[in-house]
């Protein structure tokens, strides 16, 4: 099953005030995900990514730097590249035109990874609980 | 040379006492006229005896025309000896005078030859001519021609070749010699004593080209290990394959004959080859026919019928399928084993098919029934648009292997329109959307859609919108009528994919849309022939 990754609504980036200065997909010394190349209905020669992987680096004006992280086990099939070049969508179309990335986990591990996520219902839960232990 | 003449009296001679039957005689003497062949076993035998007992003087050639008056003088001659010389069969009981020798292996049975193993002996026989015949028949095929073909234990090329070796081994010492290409081959000798046969029993003629195949696989068992010692000769000619159930094929026994020295054959095999205690044995007779094309038009007007079987895990997600509902009367009528149906492209399970339909072809593999009239393909046409208001289907007929790659063709090349429902998030005006008619030749980006993404590779697609045309409905929706080049995914079209497919409605309406209904309207394929229906 295929994952998009998104920023999820919460997110610092998301909240008002906030301007992207640069997005950058190199995230280590010897990883690019712009490099990331497959081929083939397998997706062959994808660099693969565990929960804790980073996707990409976001900066911000105030000088905040955000790191990404896939989330998702699974095959890195493509970064949106679109941000780079308009990094706006990111944050106005932040579930649709700018999406991160797309991994495409493992069919053995596919159902369990879904179990392991949040419905939309339980998410709201969460940041309510969180709002509330704040303040 | 189409009879025997004196310089094959040695051959003969030879051949029969190392225990070689005379149909084998007559291959190994190159006789080239197949109604001898044909000529009862037993007549044969006679008339070889008589060959080899007659002096050089006489007139040997003429025994073996057709119509042999001295032959017909001899056999007067011997029923003057008594009625009870002739037994049930015509044939004649062994008359004591003619050749003390031959007496014994007349009066018991045949010996089975050591160079075909029967093949040309009891299958030939009229015996087996009925049994085949009667398998034919009872599988209730439907056919105007057919084609025999018979599958020969690979043992018995080793002990043509060891013939071979013996007849050239004598004859050379007359200087002379016998080219191997020259001996009638054993398959086509066959062909000549049976097809006729098989002709007359099932009433049609034996056609090369015939759809219509009966085929017998001849095993020995008895002698299947001759082959192995040509593995230890030429190892490189017998190299394990999956599918083979034994390394020693027909092909690879029949190469490595062919390079396999003269004294190391000799080594290993017996020359003259031995007599074997039994015949062969017809291991199947099969019957087979050729596939037949069916090809038509469909239309599809359900939004929740996939084109083929949608199973996952072994569970069926969703009832029956396209190809499941026009292929499963034909295969009824046809008595197919099976079948495989393929279309000009396809739609989604939500999509339906309208206009003129989509044209398929289904190949109905090994049909009882072949031979159909324009009338019976029309009933059949209303017999499948009787039994489904999800699918109906026109311009149904039959047509060649050929013909499918045109249908093929349609797939990639030819333009197909489409009518699609679209809804938006912010209000629209008439004004809004009525640039879109004026747009023409659009070209696309389109990354693999993620909803296919896991079972397609990633790659961008160029495609062309070639024109379109709105239909306002109300502030968030309208109808659009598009024609685009084969390949195009509209739905991505419409709502973007993630903006993975540049441009898109919503980019081009600067809104968010997405796509409510889909129905193919004209796939532009001018196949298969439209019909008077």
Redesign the interface.
């Known amino acids: 099953?295929?994952c998009?990754i998104t920023l999820a609504e919460a997110h610092p980036l998301l909240q008002n005030g906030k301007t992207i200065k640069s997005i950058n997909y190199q995230i280590s010394a010897n990883c690019s995900r712009l490099q990331n190349k497959?081929?083939?209905?397998s997706?062959r020669g994808a660099q693969f990514l565990t929960e804790l992987a980073p996707l990409c680096r976001i900066s911000s004006s105030d000088g905040e730097e955000y790191t990404i992280y896939s989330c998702i086990r699974g095959r890195l099939?493509?970064v949106?590249e679109?941000i780079l070049s308009n990094p706006a969508?990111l944050q106005e179309k932040p579930s649709?035109?700018g999406?991160i990335a797309?991994v495409?986990p493992k069919f053995e591990e596919s159902k369990s990874i879904t179990q392991g996520l949040l419905t939309q219902k339980e998410y709201e839960e969460v940041l309510l609980k969180r709002l509330n232990s704040s303040s | 040379m189409s009879s025997l003449t004196e310089k094959d009296r040695p051959i003969v001679q030879l051949l029969l006492n190392t225990g070689t039957c005379p149909r084998c005689i007559l291959r190994f003497c190159c006789v080239g006229s197949q109604t001898l062949y044909r000529r009862p076993y037993k007549d044969l035998m006679k008339d070889i005896k008589e060959f080899l007992k007659n002096n050089q003087e006489e007139e040997v050639a003429v025994c073996f025309d057709v119509v042999d008056p001295p032959c017909k003088r001899i056999r007067l001659e011997h029923t003057e000896e008594g009625p009870d010389d002739v037994n049930h069969n015509g044939a004649l009981q062994q008359i004591p005078s003619v050749n003390d020798e031959n007496t014994a292996m007349e009066h018991s049975a045949v010996k089975v030859c050591n160079v075909c193993l029967g093949i040309l002996q009891e299958f030939c026989e009229a015996d087996f001519v009925k049994k085949v015949c009667q398998k034919v028949n009872s599988a209730d095929y439907q056919f105007t021609s057919f084609v025999f073909s018979v599958s020969l234990p690979p043992q018995l090329s080793v002990r043509e070749c060891a013939a071979w070796l013996l007849v050239n081994q004598e004859i050379g010492k007359l200087g002379l010699s016998l080219a191997k290409d020259d001996i009638v081959q054993l398959k086509e000798a066959y062909k000549w004593i049976i097809h006729p046969q098989l002709s007359e029993e099932l009433s049609v003629p034996a056609d090369g080209k015939s759809l219509f195949e009966v085929s017998v696989v001849f095993a020995h068992p008895e002698t299947d290990e001759e082959c192995h010692f040509l593995a230890s000769a030429c190892p490189d000619c017998f190299k394990p394959a999956k599918n083979k159930q034994s390394v020693f094929t027909r092909m690879a026994v029949i190469k490595a004959l062919e390079k396999i020295k003269e004294e190391d054959f000799l080594k290993h095999f017996p020359c003259p080859p031995s007599s074997p205690k039994n015949l062969c044995v017809a291991l199947e007779i099969q019957c087979n026919n050729g596939a037949v094309f069916v090809a038509g038009r469909y239309n599809k007007y359900s939004r929740n019928l996939p084109q083929t079987p949608w199973i996952i895990d072994g569970e069926r997600k969703l009832e029956s399928s396209v190809e499941e509902l026009i292929s499963e009367h034909l295969m009824v009528e046809f008595k197919a084993d099976s079948f495989n149906f393929s279309s000009s492209g396809r739609e989604d399970v939500d999509v339906r098919t309208l206009g003129n339909g989509r044209p398929f072809a289904i190949e109905l593999v090994n049909p009882r029934r072949i031979h159909f009239t324009a009338e019976e393909m029309k009933g059949l046409q209303q017999t499948i648009n009787n039994s489904s208001d999800k699918i109906q289907v026109r311009d149904l007929q039959l047509v060649t292997r050929s013909a499918i790659g045109r249908m093929k063709e349609g797939e990639e090349e030819k333009t197909k329109t489409y009518s699609a429902l679209i809804w938006t998030d912010e209000a629209i005006q008439k004004e809004d959307i009525a640039f879109l008619d004026d747009i023409k030749e659009l070209k696309l980006e389109q990354k693999t859609p993620l909803r296919v993404l896991h079972r397609r590779p990633l790659a961008v697609r160029c495609r062309i919108i070639h024109t379109m045309k709105s239909e306002y409905i109300d502030e968030h929706h309208f109808r659009l009528h598009l024609k685009t080049q084969a390949g195009t995914y509209i739905k991505e079209f419409v709502h973007g994919d993630f903006g993975r497919t540049k441009p898109n409605i919503g980019s081009l309406l600067k809104r968010r849309a997405d796509i409510l209904e889909l129905d193919v309207e004209s796939v532009d394929v001018d196949w298969p022939p439209t019909l008077d229906n």
């Open positions: 099953r295929i998009v497959v081929s083939g209905k997706k099939i493509e949106n679109n969508i649709t035109e999406y797309v495409l």
